[in-house]
């Protein structure tokens, strides 16, 4: 198992850039593919981004796609997402999740989740 815990959230203004951390406990962080959802007030979560265990191989959803940046440090067993241009529309909390599998992209592949952190994009 792992346990994870995110931070970085926080209020932006439109335009704006702020940097997810998702911080994981356990000597066993690089077996696991990363990922970071969403879910907004009112609606379902999303997928955002994902990541494969050796950082290599990375995918995004649509809505993202170059304003979002996923990456990975093993060795501080740590994911980050680095979000720019950011909109009202990715208001949101934003969860990350961990997965036994190679390379995952649904909710419903990933085993284990954090809390999740607040990120709320408004003028």
């Known amino acids: 198992q792992v346990q994870l815990v995110e931070s970085g959230g926080g209020l932006v203004q439109p335009g704006g850039s702020l940097r997810l951390s998702c911080a994981a406990s356990?000597?066993?962080?690089?077996?696991?593919?990363m990922g970071w959802f969403r879910q907004a007030p009112g609606k379902e979560g999303e997928f955002v981004a994902a990541i494969t265990r050796g950082g290599w191989g990375k995918d995004y959803a649509d809505p993202v796609k170059g304003r979002f940046t996923i990456s990975r440090d093993n060795a501080k067993n740590t994911v980050y997402l680095q979000m720019n241009s950011l909109k009202p529309e990715d208001t949101a909390v934003y969860y990350c999740a961990a997965a036994i599998a190679w390379r995952v992209t649904t909710v419903a592949g990933f085993d284990y989740w954090g809390q999740g952190t607040q990120v709320t994009v408004s003028s």
């Open positions: 356990g000597r066993t962080f690089s077996s696991y593919a």
